[in-house]
């Protein structure tokens, strides 16, 4: 168990829709980045937040946003949802200290969406 | 941007060695980590190279050399369990202060 927590497992919503998925980090992890993985592209970076401000951003559509809270759990909203959408959405969380860029990411179990 | 690179299935027998490699392209390299992922699993960190050399983790050792841009990760007494998919990523300082990029990952088959 990695400490990461991801809600829900499993979504299926259909075309045109909006969803929104939650991911709490690990216990003292400032960071936390979303990640979406389909079969033929691979786990791909889509955005990252440090203690609640945006820090990097990958290849995020238009019609995704996301934002982390002050409690510092984080949600990934989806709309406007094309069949295309359909993925395994993670969740990772690392600590971001300072002179730590060694740090791993731990990931979430993910999310399932299935759009139809 | 990054290019990471490998190959895209292996088969391996139980009790053998497998040797996963990864060749990668970057303009900031921050650090090399591998992952294992089995089938509609989480991905679970499994080792970190940022100076070159062989890291030892067991049965798993990864090795790095920053001025060919290549790893690899080394799996010893293979086990049935150890059949999952294997990401190669790389941190980039360009990219952002600790986004991983992955490849699209390897999948090894242990065979008994």
């Known amino acids: 168990d990695s400490g990461v927590t991801q809600t829900p497992k499993h979504l299926i919503t259909a075309t045109g829709q909006r969803v929104t998925l939650r991911c709490s980090p690990r216990?003292?992890?400032?960071?936390v980045y979303w990640y979406q993985q389909s079969l033929d592209q691979g786990l791909q970076f889509l955005i990252q937040?440090?203690?609640?401000?945006?820090?990097a951003k990958g290849n995020i559509l238009e019609r995704f946003s996301a934002q982390q809270f002050p409690d510092l759990h984080s949600e990934l909203n989806l709309s406007s949802l094309e069949l295309g959408d359909s993925a395994l959405y993670f969740c990772?969380?690392?600590?971001?200290?300072?002179?730590?860029?060694?740090?791993?990411?731990?990931f979430g179990n993910g999310t399932r969406l299935t759009v139809t | 941007g990054q290019n990471i690179d490998q190959p895209t299935e292996m088969t391996a027998t139980e009790g053998a060695i497998v040797q996963i490699n990864c060749t990668y392209q970057?303009?900031?390299?921050?650090?090399l980590f591998w992952y294992q992922q089995h089938a509609g699993e989480a991905p679970t960190f499994l080792s970190y190279n940022v100076l070159d050399g062989l890291e030892e983790k067991g049965r798993f050792s990864s090795f790095l050399s920053r001025s060919k841009g290549y790893s690899y990760l080394l799996l010893k007494e293979l086990q049935m369990k150890d059949s999952a998919s294997y990401l190669c990523a790389v941190r980039d300082r360009g990219s952002g202060y600790s986004t991983l990029t992955f490849g699209k990952g390897t999948m090894l088959l242990v065979s008994p």
């Open positions: 990772a969380s690392s600590p971001q200290r300072r002179g730590g860029p060694n740090s791993p990411l731990h």
């Open positions: 937040y440090y203690n609640g401000e945006e820090r």
């Open positions: 970057t303009s900031g390299f921050n650090g």
């Open positions: 216990s003292g992890d400032l960071s």
